[in-house]
C-alpha cells in the first residue's frame, strides 16, 4: 500500500526564510514554464513538453547560480511536472467537452508546495548534521534549507519515495509519500453494517446507531463572516489586510482540521466494529449543483437548495468516504458501494417502494402495510440488504 504522512516542521527564522523563497523560485519557475508555453502557441502554434522545458533547467541554473541555482535540480523536475499534469488534464477535459479550464499563472499565496521526487536526490528523511549527531530529533535535510526539525509524532512504515514541504498560513510540514507500507489487519469482528449518509445526522447505522453532525463550518460561521466583512474593510496591499487574510485562513483551516477529526474517529469506530460495511455510492458533485439555472430558464427553490448544498459540503461526506476507505484498506476490512437509488422510499417489512412512504426527513411509515420506523434506519437497512445482495 502506499500511505502519505504529515508532520508538522519547526524550521529556525533563517530557515523559514529559505522555505519562502524556495517555494517562491519555484513558483516563478512554474509561471514562467507556462508563459513560455502560451506563447509558444500563440505566436507560432507549437505545443512544448515537459521534456524540452526540462533541458533548459541546466542554462538556468548556471545563469542564476544565486537564486534557481540553490535549490535541489530534482524538485524544479517536479515543477516542471505538475504544469505538465495541469495541461494533460486541459486537454483531457477538452476531449471529454467538459469546460477546459486553461491552466492558470500562480500568484503570490498560490503556489504553497515544493516536492522531491526521491529521497535522497536533493533531500533526506531522518538526517542528521555532524552538530546534531547526538540529538534524538527527527531531521528532514532539504538542499539549500539545511537540516530542519521535525515534529515526528508517529513512526512512519513502508519506504519513503517523495517528500514534500508544504506551507499553510503561518506553519510548515512536511508530507512524506511511502511505498510498501504493510497491513495492520484487525482480527474478526463478525459484524456487516450498512451506513446511511445524512444531513440532520451525519451517519446513522443498519443497527440504529446514529453519529451526530458537528457541522464545523456552521459552528465558525460567525466568527468567519466577522472577519470576512473587517477583511472586505481593508484597503488592498496594507498590513491590516495581510493580518486580516491570515485570520480567515487560520479559521478556514481550523474547520477544516475539525472535520478531518470527525472523519477519522468515525471510520475507526466503523472499521473496528464491523468487517463488512456498505455505503451508498454517491455523486456528491451532481448533488450540490446549484439550482439557480440560466436567465431563460431560472431555477426554483434557490435559497433552499443553497442551504442544502451548503449543509452537504460542511458535513463532508467525500472526505469521510476516502479516509474510511484507506483504514478499511489498512486493517483488512471490506468496504462496498451501493446504488442509493429508492433505498429511503422502499419498506424493508414487505417491499413496497413510494414517495409517499417517508412521511416527514426523519419518519417513515409504509402506506402499504403500515410499518413504521426511522427514516434513516430505514435507509441504512435497505443499503446493507443490497450490498449483501450483491456479494451473492
Request: proline fraction near 4%; include cysteine.
Amino acid at each position: 500500500m502506499r500511505r502519505r504522512y504529515k508532520f508538522l516542521l519547526r524550521p529556525t527564522s533563517k530557515q523559514a526564510t529559505a522555505l519562502a523563497a524556495c517555494v517562491e523560485d519555484h513558483r516563478l519557475l512554474y509561471n514562467a514554464a507556462l508563459e513560455e508555453r502560451r506563447e509558444a502557441w500563440r505566436r507560432a502554434r507549437k505545443g512544448i513538453l515537459y521534456g524540452s522545458q526540462s533541458k533548459q533547467l541546466k542554462d538556468i541554473r548556471s545563469a542564476d547560480p544565486q537564486g534557481q541555482g540553490r535549490w535541489s535540480f530534482s524538485s524544479q523536475q517536479a515543477t516542471l511536472r505538475r504544469l505538465d499534469r495541469a495541461f494533460q488534464a486541459f486537454f483531457r477535459r477538452i476531449k471529454t467537452g467538459r469546460k477546459p479550464g486553461y491552466p492558470r499563472f500562480k500568484g503570490g499565496g498560490r503556489f504553497d508546495t515544493v516536492e522531491w521526487p526521491k529521497d535522497g536526490d536533493g533531500c533526506r528523511w531522518n538526517s542528521t548534521s555532524d552538530s546534531a549527531a547526538r540529538s534524538d530529533r527527527t531531521r528532514v535535510y532539504l538542499r539549500g534549507i539545511g537540516h530542519v526539525r521535525v515534529h515526528a509524532h508517529r513512526k512512519i512504515a513502508g519506504t519513503v519515495k517523495t517528500v514534500s514541504a508544504k506551507r499553510e498560513g503561518r506553519r510548515w510540514y512536511l508530507v512524506l509519500s511511502c511505498d510498501h507500507v504493510p497491513a495492520d489487519p484487525l482480527p474478526p469482528a463478525g459484524s456487516t453494517v450498512g451506513i446511511d449518509m445524512g444531513v440532520a445526522s451525519f451517519l446513522t447505522t443498519s443497527e440504529g446507531a446514529q453519529v451526530p453532525n458537528p457541522r464545523p463550518g456552521r459552528c465558525s460561521a460567525g466568527r468567519l463572516t466577522a472577519a470576512q466583512q473587517a477583511l472586505a474593510r481593508c484597503a488592498r496591499y496594507s498590513n491590516r489586510r495581510r493580518r486580516i487574510v491570515a485570520r480567515v485562513a487560520a479559521l478556514h483551516a481550523a474547520v477544516r482540521r475539525r472535520r478531518l477529526d470527525h472523519a477519522h474517529k468515525t471510520a475507526v469506530w466503523l472499521v473496528r466494529n464491523h468487517d463488512l460495511i456498505f455505503h451508498e455510492e454517491l455523486r456528491i458533485t451532481n448533488m450540490t449543483r446549484s439550482a439557480a439555472g440560466t436567465l431563460e430558464e431560472p431555477g426554483t427553490n434557490v435559497a433552499q437548495k443553497s442551504g442544502l448544498n451548503r449543509s452537504i459540503l460542511d458535513a463532508g461526506w467525500g472526505v469521510f468516504l476516502a479516509v474510511l476507505h484507506a483504514k478499511a484498506e489498512s486493517a483488512g476490512r471490506v468496504i462496498v458501494g451501493v446504488d442509493p437509488r429508492n433505498t429511503s422510499r422502499t419498506c424493508p417489512d414487505c417491499g413496497h417502494c413510494a414517495a409517499g412512504n417517508r412521511v416527514t426527513q426523519a419518519s417513515f411509515v409504509c402506506l402499504a402495510c403500515g410499518f413504521a420506523r426511522h427514516a434513516d434506519i430505514v435507509a441504512a437497512t435497505n443499503i446493507l440488504r443490497a450490498g449483501l445482495a450483491l456479494q451473492t
